[in-house]
């Protein structure tokens, strides 16, 4: 059996879901009018079946360019760019229901340093050039609880292994998450793939980061009794050895 698609991509699994309730008029209006303008380029096989690297310099100028995991609604995204204006941020998230979310977000914010790749973060990382990324957030990934699919998490090496090669050296990743044994699995497999961790105290994850905005994702999670903690990592350069 093959591993690839007839137009040459890899076969990924993919588990998460694709699409939820019903869409608004307006959300579905957000999509026809506004994904296209904001897409990064062309990130997918059947657009870009060489993989040729995005040219972010098109996209952002010379800006540093910030990387958004799966975006849920997308109010820390378009927090973020809002706060930060001498950045470009990319967005990635394949629940065309979120995706609506942000590209209303967008419009309210009247935000323009934003990209958004509807769709696997994987097939953005086949087209990200190599230390390109100076900051990621990975924040409030979906669980997976049961232990049967720990392998689906993003603290896997089929996700960690690209992020590593796509972030610059020095650059740091977030995570976000109230899961305990989340955060015990990426405390082991993140340095594995080229990260230090960042904490000297409790408080280094105990306390959101200074321009942190709660995500609706976090505010269940505190209504229903969990405690969330935040991890922050630094690329190392490929040469020098974990500490």
């Known amino acids: 059996m093959s591993d690839t698609h007839p137009k040459g991509a890899p076969w990924r699994n993919f588990y998460g879901r694709r699409h939820g309730k019903t869409l608004r008029d307006s959300q579905r209006e957000y999509l026809d009018a506004d994904l296209a303008a904001l897409s990064p380029g062309a990130v997918e096989w059947d657009e870009n079946p060489d993989r040729t690297p995005l040219d972010l310099k098109t996209l952002f100028g010379n800006r540093p360019v910030w990387l958004e995991i799966g975006f849920g609604g997308g109010e820390h995204m378009v927090h973020q760019a809002a706060a930060n204006p001498g950045v470009g941020i990319i967005g990635c998230e394949p629940f065309i229901n979120g995706v609506a979310m942000l590209l209303g977000k967008i419009r309210q914010a009247d935000v323009s340093n934003v990209a ?7 097939d953005l990382f086949d087209v990200l050039p190599p ?24 603290v896997t090496p089929e996700y960690l292994e690209p992020l590593a090669r796509v972030m610059a050296p020095g650059a740091r990743l977030r995570v976000a998450t109230d899961i305990p044994d989340y955060v015990r699995q990426t405390l082991e497999e993140v340095p594995r793939h080229g ?16 321009d942190w905005l709660s995500t609706r994702y976090e505010q269940k ?4 009794g969990r405690v969330p903690h935040y991890l922050t990592f630094v690329r190392r350069s490929p040469e020098n050895p974990p500490r």
């Open 116 to 122: 958004v790749h509807p769709g696997d973060v994987r």
């Open 131 to 154: 230390a390109s990324i100076d900051r990621a957030f990975l924040l409030y990934p979906d669980p997976w609880p049961k232990k049967r699919h720990h392998r689906r998490r993003f």
């Open 195 to 210: 990260f230090d961790w960042l904490a000297e105290r409790p408080a280094d994850w105990r306390a959101p980061w200074d």
């Open 221 to 224: 999670a505190l209504r229903e």
